[in-house]
């Protein structure tokens, strides 16, 4: 036998040598490393997500505030535009020649239970000429099967247009001859649509027919306004009559002047009904009046710095006893300012977080966060949150402004 066979023999007989692996316990310490390197993946996941959870709900909270508060705030502003003037609020009383309303006030608050946010509604024009009332020359007489005709001192038919709201309001007129009118408080007035505008040597022709919308805002049958004293137009245009409430954790406005049925709401907010939403989470809404000194002697010109902040109720404000759920004429010229109070929520709860019940300086106990610092002299509106199923673990934020009505300032009520 050669080398080379002999050498092919010896590599045969050779024994395999076999690969070690892990063992048994090798294998249980991988596990167990593995375990708990996941095990601190996972805490690590869950407070980052914890954390994402509470700054981007602070932050949707933040942001629906702001919306809300942007929106409310702005028309409150204009409120009272095109029917507030140096004489005084257009209508003392409205009437649609059957029954008498209250007065159109440029922010009328209906105030709530403490379980449940106020409703603000706020009126105001939308016509360029809307500041300007338009003397009327010719008396409107009962409407006609065509339509009444007034004759108004206007310099060309730019100022009325077809299809605007229009206010008929007359000055109050004194008793007697010797008495002194009372400043700012007209008679009755009455809402009308205008069809159509006619151009005159030295005025303007509007005829006019009923509000289409609302029997109850028609032009009445068998109501005139005379010359003696003079009788005002106020054009107001489209008619701005927006009504803020919250609804299903939801803001949302709506006409009540042209939408008859109440505002409803579903389970998606983009189909409430009769009422459209502007920012979701907003579980509360709150506002007072801020109302100047009553005049002295009645009638006079009242002051323009609010003395006190009232709620919307007939009786419990302690600072003035008026009832300012219904207020009246001369009241309405009395309110300068609105302090409202928003608050809105996280989308999610949070299962760490416990939102704590906090009392007013006064001494009112809330059923969750307080919305200003107040006194006994002028407290703050009450607010429970305790019907929303576990309403501690959300987040709140509590957003506050003093809106100043400044066209009933600057007419110098």
């Not at 939308?126 to 099967?145: K, R």
């Not at 730019?158 to 229009?166: F, L, S």
């Not at 400043?183 to 005829?207: E, F, K, N, R, Y």
Request: hydrophobic share 40%; net charge neutral; with cysteine.
């Amino acid at each position: 036998m050669d080398k080379r066979a002999e050498s092919l023999n010896t590599r045969v007989l050779q024994p395999v040598r076999r690969t070690s692996g892990f063992s048994l316990v090798e294998l249980l310490v991988g596990v167990v490393v593995a375990l708990i390197t996941l095990l601190m993946m996972v805490q690590s996941v869950s407070v980052f997500e914890g954390q994402k959870r509470v700054s981007t709900g602070s932050a949707d909270a933040q942001e629906n505030g702001d919306i809300a508060m942007y929106l409310i705030g702005s028309d409150i502003r204009q409120g009272g535009y095109g029917f507030v003037t140096s004489n005084g609020l257009a209508c003392a009383l409205y009437s649609n020649g059957v029954v008498s309303n209250a007065p159109i006030a440029p922010v009328r608050i209906v105030a709530a239970t403490a379980a449940a946010s106020d409703t603000i509604t706020v009126t105001y024009s939308d016509s360029a000429a809307g500041a300007i009332p338009v003397g009327l020359l010719l008396p409107a007489p009962l409407p006609a099967p065509g339509g009444a005709v007034i004759k108004a001192q206007a310099p060309s038919t730019a100022a009325v247009n077809t299809g605007d709201i229009v206010l008929l309001s007359t000055p109050q007129v004194p008793p007697s001859p010797t008495a002194i009118p009372v400043a700012g408080l007209p008679t009755t007035c009455t809402m009308a649509q205008v069809s159509a505008v006619s151009q005159a040597i030295d005025s303007i022709g509007i005829t006019i027919g009923a509000y289409p919308a609302n029997q109850t805002l028609s032009y009445p049958p068998g109501v005139t306004y005379d010359i003696s004293p003079q009788s005002y137009l106020y054009d107001m245009g489209s008619l701005i009559n927006k009504q803020y409430q919250v609804m299903c954790h939801t803001l949302v406005v709506s006409n009540p002047i042209t939408t008859a049925a109440a505002p409803g709401c579903t389970a998606n907010p983009l189909t409430f009904n009769n009422a459209t939403s502007v920012s979701d989470n907003i579980v509360m809404l709150k506002a007072q009046y801020g109302v100047a000194a009553a005049p002295v002697p009645a009638g006079n010109v009242g002051g323009q710095t609010v003395v006190c902040w009232v709620n919307a109720t007939a009786t419990g404000n302690p600072c003035d006893t008026a009832d300012w759920s219904t207020p009246s004429a001369t009241n309405i010229q009395r309110i300068k300012a609105i302090r409202l109070a928003i608050v809105s929520r996280s989308y999610e709860p949070d299962r760490a977080h416990a939102e704590p019940n906090c009392t007013n300086i006064s001494g009112t106990q809330n059923i969750g966060p307080c919305l200003w610092p107040d006194s006994v002299a002028n407290p703050a509106p009450r607010i429970d949150l305790s019907g929303t199923p576990n309403w501690q673990n959300y987040r709140y934020r509590v957003f506050t402004a003093i809106i100043p009505l400044r066209n009933v300032i600057w007419a110098n009520l």
